[in-house]
């Protein structure tokens, strides 16, 4: 039984297309971790250091070894401030 030959271009363009996706995804998540390895299953401990890290550092992922924080981090706050609904409906 012959093999069809026919069939081979379609897999090839499908096996392209996977590990073109594959490598594209690798990428962004690499650029948007800064080169570390993706966080999985973080609890609020992690979230509170990754932010205290933004506030410091100014990424997400960055960390300082300085032990005296720069000027700018007495006055960014980790308070968010949301609009309040009371004064839509005026």
Known sequence: MPF??????PFGIMSAMFVVTGVGIQYAQNKENEGKRPCYSLDDWDRKMMERDLRLTGTKRGQTDDPTAPPEFKVNSVWKVYPSFRNDYA
Do not use: G
């Open 4 to 9: 069809p030959f026919e069939t081979l271009i």
